[in-house]
């Protein structure tokens, strides 16, 4: 690879990098995109995700704007709408009132108007049936204001973004990682890139930063998020080492959001040590609400029907972590393993099976045993049995007199066989990154914004602070992505 001058750089390759690019595009300025990985590893956390997208929607009319429905479906799925106003409640909830509240606004405000545009440049949608509804009376009935996910999931959300990037003609450099921004009298111009182990100038008149967080970098997550977190999986790729987020701050810009914080959940006690695109988000094991959790010393830890999954799940990652060696089992009795997620149905887990409690407590390895018994006992003592179990509400049926209570979901554990499933902390991504202006423009510690320099996605601090409402990822690197992508685009116009 040569040298080479562009309009707008974009580095990354994930989704906010190619709605970036995509929309400095429309602008009419030149763009090309960096990936540091290689093709077979292209497109970041994004392709690691099932692709599922938090949008404002207002019923059944708007989502056939996202997607084709038959009639039956029309007619018979309740797909419940979510409006901007609970969004914002659940951004504020999550994140204890402490996002940003103008991303948070744009975030909200653009989302559906952002899932249309991407769908007009070739995106694709669906509904989220596997994940997000579960049958009511034989009905499809859809919960936690989740109903729309990427057709093909991460790998079909980023194909179709690439497929669009090249017919807009937007080439992708392939295992070229950005290492350094050029800057010249305060502006940035491009940036010095390595490729195969070569240094590349690559000019510009201006660079989108949209190469995630630092939760691939071991040395930072223990730096920023603290002690044991060198010890956390990661869930996605192994190229999001913090180095867009350290090039702004080596150019003066200010660090903003989270950074003691992550997206972190209950993963396979034995995945290895980044994403494996052959298993994706499987490693995941949400359905911790319809059962317990326990640690190594026989204890639940965590009430583990506080809400729905989607707002515990990405908090609970670390309450594991702090647990004895960092794991936990994960209990069900048959009455709900039917109910279990997709991803308790894969082969590479870890998993034990019995027909009694005290054969389960046996398989349980690392567990003490005796107080895991005690621990269920006392539990099927706790259970409110007369309030009726519903998995598609927050149902009130919890638990009475135990020290770490649970709010819903509550089912004793009596019946077998029962099944358990060894998590550990599997860390998504970082919270902590760059503060952008309303133009998606990186500011720097003064508050100005630095000439040239726009961001997008994961390095984005700001939003998400100690949790985080599943789906609100890929949406908001869309819609930042977009915003960063129009601002460099304009930027570059207003230059010439
Ligand atoms: C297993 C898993 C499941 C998830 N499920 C969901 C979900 O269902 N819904 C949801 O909304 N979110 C989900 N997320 C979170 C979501 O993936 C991220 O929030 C989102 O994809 C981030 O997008 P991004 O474009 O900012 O980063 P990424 O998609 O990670 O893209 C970053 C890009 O930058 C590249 N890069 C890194 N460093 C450099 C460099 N120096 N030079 C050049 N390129 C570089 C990377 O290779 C990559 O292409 C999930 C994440 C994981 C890991």
Redesign the pocket.
Known sequence: MDDFQVDVLV????????CAALAARETGASVAM????PED??????????????VVFHGVDDLVQLYDLTEDERRDVDFGSYTADQYLDDMGRVTNYRCDPELTDILIGRSFETMKWMRSKGVRFQPSYGRQAFKVNGKYKFWGGLAV?AWGG?PGLVDLEHKAALKAGIPIHYE????SLIEEDGVVRGVI?RHKGRKVRIGAKAVVL????FESNAEMRTRYLGPTWDLAKV???R???G??INMALAIGAKPHGNWSGG?AVGWDMNAPEF?DLDV??NF?KHSYPLGIMVNANGLRFVDEGADFRNYTYAKYGAVILAQPQQFAWQIFDSKVLDKLRDEYRIKRMTKVRADTIEELAKKLEGVDEQQFLKTIKEWNEAVMTDVPFNPAVKDGRGTKGLAVPKTNWANTIDEGPFEAYAVTC?L??TFGGLKISTEGEVENTDGHAIPGLFA????VGGLFYHNYP????????AVL?KLAGDGAGKYVAGKN
Request: overall charge negative; some cysteine; charged content about 10%.
């Open positions: 580095v990354g390759a994930g989704n906010a990098a190619a960096l990936e540091a990985a590893e292209r497109g970041g956390n994004s392709t690691y995700t099932a692709g599922a997208m938090r996910e991460g070229t990682a950005a290492v890139a949209a190469c995630g967080g869930r996605g790729t190229f999001n080492t180095a867009g997206h994403g994706g988000d995941q599997g998504t991504f997008a996605g994961e390095l599943g789906g609100t990822g890929l949406v908001s690197g992505g």
